[in-house]
């Protein structure tokens, strides 16, 4: 049975939206109305430390202002530890996670010993050493603590069988990107990523992946900078057995000098073009999307 098409925007509210935004907004709505489908909002405040009320409101103004129209009641991450803690304690239990206590400074001496000659940046920076990975017997004994929890990936991979993880991309760019990574690859380039983080009880990878499911997302449209770390999405929905959506990754939107835009890139608020009095119409053009249907 076709499953009917729902995507999202999921926006974290640490600073104004700009044009790339702007544009993983619009594409994903338009997208929605050419088939029939639904535009969803979530806002991604877990990391509370940066999140702000004020670039909540304003994330709905310049929306609301772009021509963009969402249900309530409006999903956010804040209001869901519960479920990721959820998540956490059954990875736990099954011993697919791990403690780590290692500084990012403990990471970075391990990484320069001489024999792990080139160091491989996966999604989440330099892949780790496995430091505090426990041996091939270890099976959790109590309940999951808090701090800093690693995904043992081998043993992940192991769980899910198969030779890889792969996904359905339909993103322009789906020639170039890779939809299929072999468990070797994943070993080497993405290793045991962070799974929930101190002081925060969660992570971006473990609360995406959740809240997909929870807001039963079939089409996932966002930028190709997140391409890699939809396979880590993809090994947590085999292990918490949710489902895989299609993954759409778009183009990203550059500065003039081919720089992608950044939260900093505050010269490209939608904000500012609002106040110069510019048109949603001139936001379509300047990211090269034909006139809203
Ligand atoms: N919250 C993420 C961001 O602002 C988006 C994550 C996603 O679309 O999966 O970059």
């Known amino acids: 049975m076709a499953s009917r098409f729902r995507t999202r925007f999921a926006p974290s509210p640490t600073g104004p939206l700009h044009l790339g935004h702007a544009y993983s907004a619009m594409l994903a709505q338009d997208m929605a109305r050419a088939a029939g489908g639904e535009f969803l909002l979530r806002i991604e405040d877990i990391d509370q430390s940066r999140a702000r009320r004020e670039w909540e409101s304003l994330i709905y103004e310049d929306l609301h202002w772009l021509g963009l129209r969402w249900p309530d009641p409006v999903m956010r991450q804040s209001e869901r530890m519960p479920d990721y803690a959820a998540a956490l304690d059954r990875l736990w239990a099954a011993g697919l996670l791990y403690p780590c206590r290692c ?46 929890l690693r995904l043992d990936l081998a043993r992940a991979l192991d769980r899910i ?103 900093r890139d505050d010269a490209r608020a939608i904000r500012l073009y609002r106040a110069e009095g510019r048109s949603p119409a001139e936001i379509r053009r300047m990211v090269s999307l034909p006139p809203a249907p």
């Open 103 to 148: 500084t990012r400074r403990d990471i970075a001496q391990a990484l320069s010993a001489p024999q792990e000659g080139v160091v491989a940046h996966g999604p989440d920076g330099p892949v780790y050493p496995g430091t505090c990975r426990p041996g091939p017997d270890w099976m959790p004994a109590g309940p999951r603590p808090d701090g800093v």
């Open 161 to 263: 069988g198969g030779d890889g993880i792969g996904y359905v991309e339909t993103g322009p760019e789906r020639e170039r990107l890779c939809a299929f990574h072999a468990i070797a690859h994943l070993l080497r380039n993405v290793g045991d990523i962070v799974l929930s983080r101190t002081g925060m009880g969660t992570s971006y990878h473990l609360s995406v992946t959740v809240d997909d499911a929870a807001q039963r997302i079939s089409h996932v449209v966002r930028g190709a900078d997140l391409a890699e770390a939809t396979f880590i999405h993809r090994i947590l929905q085999d292990l918490l057995g949710l489902p895989a959506p299609v993954y759409h990754h778009h183009r990203l939107i550059r500065d003039g000098t081919g720089k992608r835009l950044a939260k």
